[in-house]
């Protein structure tokens, strides 16, 4: 009895030695974090760093002491985890960008961002798994697959839409900004669509009726993902609408609006859908309507909410990256042939260069075809930038990678290991010289003075058109002979007879009475809508 006792004891003695083992690392890393927040305010002013840039660097660096501490043996606090980056980390971010998006200039793109997102993403997928297939081949990295290949292929035609919201700036490039970004989230969701797909098929022997499969597999979880996001996001408007939460609690609202963008994420995941497509389109349907239905206080708490959340998520995925990164036991396996690793990651950056601009350009000049006014046309010196700013990868390449590659299988377990260091390479040479690059190439080719005068029909915050009037300014502004977009008065009145015109008609007349949104809830004490947004309609 008593030798039982004793080994309960020491059972328990070695559990709570790992439970605090396990608080000390996320000491350090919440403290990493908090490092993360203030250098990158330090360096906001910066041309050349993001804080994207400096959470890696931070995670290198961090990687690198513990490794010296650790007599390299180990480099990080957490392991990587594609588990924890899809379910937990990613769905913040993506629905605070479909969230925050100005909806009239993504929606006025919206033809040219799923060119670029679906069919871009698949002449980069086609170019980088046939180009991968042709040169591996020749170097004898071992039993890959046609399914390997095009695994990489998706994998490498993800574009990191992370480090685009840091490099990019909504309000002084929205052009660019909608673009390149309304594509990065495309791009993602086509990405993991294609993985998902290529797993599901048997393509030792690719014969039309597999492609047929495929293309229809592909297409309906595109379709279905995106009608989930907007279900979703319109049941959210319909419950508070009917509800008026606010009335009692605001918390309850705000509570609310979380769980129910997480629960459009959860069920494309249960669904096998695209959960990336389904977030986005529930953040701007939610942004749409919901966020009109709920009080004033609840406004303000839900914009800063989703932003803070969205915001430590990043940090989180590039301090992660950046210590996984160093991960000894991996470089081990390919240390004996340190220049076929560097081709592999040479070549796979190429061809990521190639793929990009394979459709980056012949793309633009085809939406430029269907633009009937210059200003409304991709310029030259815009597509580079666009180029540009698509050719960094980040955690969805590495996510993917691991998914694929880091299974334990002796008979793979050096050429698995030559793809994900590989993949390491190249997120990590992609985000830090390409977003080192990105901002000086915007001053670069479009100076300041080609969009400074451009403004935003769509405020922040509730009061963020008021605050010139209060201040005084409105003679300020009288007095400049600015460009701006029309406002939602003048639209009314001469409206042309596009689809966002009859779009405007069916909202008007169908979709707020029973959803929702601005000037369309009738004004009950209490109720969402406050007398400010009726003031000023």
């Known amino acids: 009895m008593g030798h039982e006792m004793g080994e309960i004891l020491m059972k328990l003695g070695n559990l709570s030695t790992s439970d605090h083992a396990s608080v000390v690392s996320m000491n350090i890393f919440v403290a990493l974090l908090c490092a993360c927040i203030v250098i990158g305010h330090l360096l906001e002013e910066s041309r050349w760093m993001n804080e994207s840039i400096t959470a890696l660097a931070i995670g290198l660096c961090t990687g690198v002491v513990i490794l010296l501490t650790t007599s390299g043996k180990s480099s990080h606090l957490l392991v990587f985890s594609e588990d924890l980056f899809f379910i937990y980390l990613l769905p913040p971010i993506i629905f605070n960008a479909g969230f925050q998006v100005k909806k009239k200039q993504f929606f006025r793109n919206f033809i040219t961002i799923m060119m670029f997102g679906a069919i871009g993403t698949l002449i980069s997928f086609t170019i980088v798994s046939f180009g991968a297939m042709h040169f591996f081949e020749k170097w004898n990295l071992g039993s890959l697959t046609t399914g390997d290949y095009l695994a990489i292929g998706s994998i490498f035609?993800?574009?990191?839409?992370?480090?685009?919201?840091?490099?990019?700036?909504?309000?002084?490039?929205?052009?660019?900004?909608?673009?390149?970004?309304?594509e990065g989230v495309v791009n993602?969701?086509?990405?993991?669509?294609?993985?998902?797909?290529?797993?599901?098929?048997?393509?030792?022997?690719i014969d039309s009726t597999i492609l047929l499969n495929f293309v229809g597999n592909f297409t309906y979880l595109f379709l279905a993902s995106t009608l989930l996001g907007v279900v979703s996001g319109l049941f959210s408007a319909y419950i508070i609408k009917k509800l008026y939460f606010g009335r009692h609690s605001t918390d309850r609202e705000v509570a609310l609006m979380i769980l129910m963008a997480y629960l459009s994420y959860v069920l494309a995941e249960l669904f096998y859908l695209s959960s990336i497509l389904t977030v986005f389109f529930c953040g701007i349907v939610m942004s749409h309507y919901t966020w009109h239905n709920v009080t004033e206080s609840s406004r303000v708490t839900t914009k800063h909410t989703f932003a803070t959340m969205s915001f430590i998520a990043e940090i989180f995925i590039f301090v992660y990256v950046g210590m996984d990164a160093l991960d000894i036991e991996k470089w081990k396996l390919v240390s004996d042939s340190p220049g076929k690793s560097l081709a592999v990651s040479s070549t796979l950056l190429a061809l990521i260069l190639v793929g990009r601009a394979a459709f980056v350009f012949p793309l633009s000049l085809l939406s430029n075809l269907t633009k009937k006014t210059d200003g409304e046309k991709?310029?030259?010196?815009?597509?580079?930038?666009?180029?540009?700013?698509?050719?960094?990868?980040?955690?969805?390449?590495?996510?993917?990678?691991?998914?694929?590659?880091?299974?334990?299988?002796?008979?793979?377990?050096?050429?698995?290991?030559?793809?994900?260091?590989?993949?390491?390479?190249?997120?990590?040479?992609?985000?830090?010289?390409?977003?080192?690059?990105?901002?000086?190439?915007?001053?670069?080719?479009?100076?300041s003075k080609h969009f400074t005068s451009m403004t935003s029909e769509e405020p922040t915050t509730p009061k963020s058109f008021m605050v010139p009037l209060l201040n005084g300014q409105a003679s300020e502004f009288e007095n400049q002979h600015v460009l701006r977009p029309p406002s939602l008065q003048t639209f009314l009145r001469t409206p042309t007879h596009t689809v966002h015109y009859y779009w405007r008609k069916f909202d008007d007349a169908v979709m707020r009475p029973m959803f929702g949104g601005r000037g369309f809830a009738p004004f009950v004490p209490g109720s969402p809508t406050e007398p400010s947004l009726h003031q000023w309609q």
């Open 157 to 182: 035609s993800a574009t990191d839409s992370v480090c685009t919201l840091q490099v990019l700036n909504q309000d002084e490039t929205p052009l660019l900004y909608s673009l390149v970004f309304g």
């Open 188 to 205: 993602d969701a086509t990405s993991v669509v294609l993985f998902n797909a290529i797993q599901n098929f048997d393509l030792s022997h």
């Open 378 to 447: 991709i310029a030259f010196k815009q597509q580079i930038t666009i180029w540009w700013a698509g050719l960094m990868r980040g955690a969805v390449s590495m996510a993917l990678a691991y998914n694929k590659f880091a299974a334990p299988s002796d008979s793979k377990l050096r050429q698995n290991a030559i793809v994900i260091t590989s993949t390491i390479s190249v997120v990590l040479f992609s985000t830090i010289v390409f977003g080192l690059l990105t901002k000086p190439l915007v001053k670069l080719l479009l100076p």
